[in-house]
Structure formats: C-alpha cells, structure tokens
C-alpha cells in the first residue's frame, strides 16, 4: 500500500516533468528570439566589417567591453544629433502638425516608410570582434569618423572636469576599411592617402605612419610600414616629431583600417580620452638607483626602477629605427621608379 500511494504520488504530482518541459521552453525561446531580433538587413550589417565599411575602434579595460559600448553609444548619438541633425532621429517632428488633419495619410505612409529601411537610419552599428579590450562601430554617412572623433576628444580637453565616459580609452578613427592583406591594404591606401598627397596641384608634406597590429600574423609591422611608405608616393617626407600628417594604420584579424590625422592628433592624447580626462602623472626617475646601477649592482629591485627611468629612452630608439625603416622605403621606390 505504501509503495502504491508513493507512486500515485509522485504521479499525481508530476512536479518535475512539468518544471523539465518549463525550462526546456523558457531556455530555447531567447536564442531563436535572440536570432529573430531586427530585420535580416540589421543583422547582416552588424554581422562583420565588410571592405568599403568605415568606423571607430575603441579600447577599454578588460571586462568592461559591454560598458563601453553602452557609454560610446550614447555618446556618439548625442554628439550625432549636433553635428547632423539632418541626419538625426525626429527630423520631420513639425510637418504634421504644420500641415493639419488632411495629411494624415501622408505622416503615416511616411512612417511606414522609414520604418522599412531602419538599416539606413543607423548612424553607428556596433559590430561584435573577438577580441578583448576591443569594440568597433561601423559608421555611416554622412558621419566623417575623423571629424566626429577630434570634436569629442577637443571638447573633453576643453571641459575635462565634466568626464563623459568612463570605460572608454582610445577612440581611434576609420576612414576605410578592408582585408588585412597586401592587396587589401593598398586598395584602401590608395583611397584613403588620395585627398591629403596626391592632390593637384602638388603640396609637399610630412609625414609618419603608425601601425598598430592585434591577432595578425599576416603582415609585419616593417612590412605595413614600407608598403604604405611606397603609396604615399614621391616628393614627400618623412618626419616622425614634426609630421604634418601621421597615417594610422589597424590591423585586427583579417580587416584593416586606415586614415589621415594632423598634429593635433599628440595635443589631444593621442585620442585617448581617459588619458585626457585623468592624465597619468610623469614619472621622477630614481637618480639614486640608476647611479648604482651605472656602477654595475644587480640588485633586481633597482635593475626595475632602471628600466622604468630608461622607458622612455627606448621609444624614443624605436622610434628612430621605425623611421629608418620608412625612409628606407621611400628611397627603395625612389630607385624603382
């Protein structure tokens, strides 16, 4: 008897395949929904970086890549709204209102229209990389990534007591984007280097290149060098400390990224807001432990504060050996042609 009225039990109860099938419900639905989300334009836009794409690269501490993109993405539409309102949500607010009750057909038609393209409205599209400490959105027009990047480091130079973002580091702007391949890196190049050195009539410039290269093993980074060093062309040159123009190029898996600042480009932190907002305090260096290391002491405490006071000695000899390598490239093309 017991056995059996344990049995109706449990029947009649049926708790745990009830809850089994409940999970099994409430677990698959977020993903298809997850899936389904946006129109099938929306979800290929953000997909990838596609060649021809231009964009923002932002980096931020570890961990914090979700923050970020919350924070530069409301940052980006608020400064969106100032410099293309046209551009902007609400545009056509007053036309109906203007116009009166005998154009409601037309305000609904028109919604239903911009409700069709949703894509084309998006102004910046956070695209998903799988990196860490890294996040990308991919602009549109008539967003000019360089422009919009200088006006939102100037005004936290400007105005650094209000900080606008925390999680946010260094915006660094795409005019262009393309495969991370020889190929890829010289069509976008050609694009991108066109308006500022090869404009008519001649106009001699300065210039440096900065590569920045993660999770590439592609090309190296004399590689990239000496090649965009040829697609600036003849007539021009090189200066690392006095540039007139520095060419920023990205290489991240297998898409890259190019363009063009001026020398307001190191006045505003290399575009680092978070430098710009808290600047790091420079370094005194250790005068007592580099006099002992100089008289050969191995201690490996004062080997580190050496290293620490010399850092900047180091840049500064990587720096000219990337300049050699520049204007050996220059000067390889110069023969060639």
């Known amino acids: 008897m017991e056995a059996g009225s344990k049995r109706k039990a449990t029947d009649a109860?049926?708790?745990n395949g009830d809850k089994r099938a409940k999970t099994k419900k409430q677990w698959r639905p977020p993903k298809t929904s997850h899936q389904q989300n946006g129109s099938s334009?929306?979800?290929?836009?953000a997909k990838d970086i596609h060649?021809?794409?231009?964009?923002?690269?932002v980096t931020c501490g570890k961990g914090r890549e979700g923050k970020c993109v919350m924070e530069m993405r409301d940052l980006f539409n608020e400064y969106a709204k100032e410099m293309y309102p046209q551009s902007a949500d609400g545009q056509d607010g007053g036309e109906g209102e203007a116009e009166g009750e005998m154009d409601i057909e037309k305000e609904i038609q028109a919604e239903l229209d911009e409700m069709k393209k949703p894509a084309r409205g998006q102004l910046f599209t956070h695209?998903?990389?799988?990196?860490?400490?890294?996040?990308?959105?991919?602009?549109?027009?008539?967003?000019?990534?360089?422009d919009l990047v200088k006006r939102i480091c100037e005004d936290a130079m400007n105005n650094s007591a209000i900080k606008r973002t925390r999680f946010a580091q260094r915006l660094t702007p795409m005019t262009l984007m393309g495969r991370a391949s020889a190929e890829g890196l010289e069509k976008v190049c050609l694009e991108v280097l066109a308006p500022h050195f090869h404009q008519k009539p001649f106009q001699r410039r300065k210039f440096a290149i900065r590569p920045t290269l993660r999770n590439h093993n592609l090309l190296s980074r004399n590689d990239v060098i000496k090649q965009v060093a040829a697609l600036v062309g003849r007539g021009h040159e090189v200066d690392l400390k006095n540039y007139d123009l520095l060419i920023l190029v990205e290489l991240y898996q297998h898409v890259c990224g190019v363009c063009v600042v001026d020398t307001d480009y190191e006045r505003l932190k290399r575009y680092n807001i978070s430098e710009i907002y808290e600047p790091t305090p420079p370094q005194e260096p250790n005068v007592a432990a580099t006099a002992k290391a100089e008289k050969g002491a191995q201690d490996e405490t004062t080997d580190e504060v050496v290293v620490k006071a010399t850092d900047e000695d180091s840049e500064q000899a990587d720096v000219e050996a990337k300049g050699e390598a520049i204007v050996g490239a220059m000067e390889d093309v110069a023969t060639e042609v």
Do not use: E, M, Y
């Open 13 to 15: 109860g049926g708790g």
């Open 41 to 45: 334009a929306q979800n290929h836009t």
């Open 51 to 57: 060649s021809g794409d231009s964009g923002i690269w």
């Open 127 to 146: 695209v998903r990389v799988n990196l860490q400490c890294v996040v990308f959105f991919k602009t549109i027009a008539p967003v000019v990534p360089t």
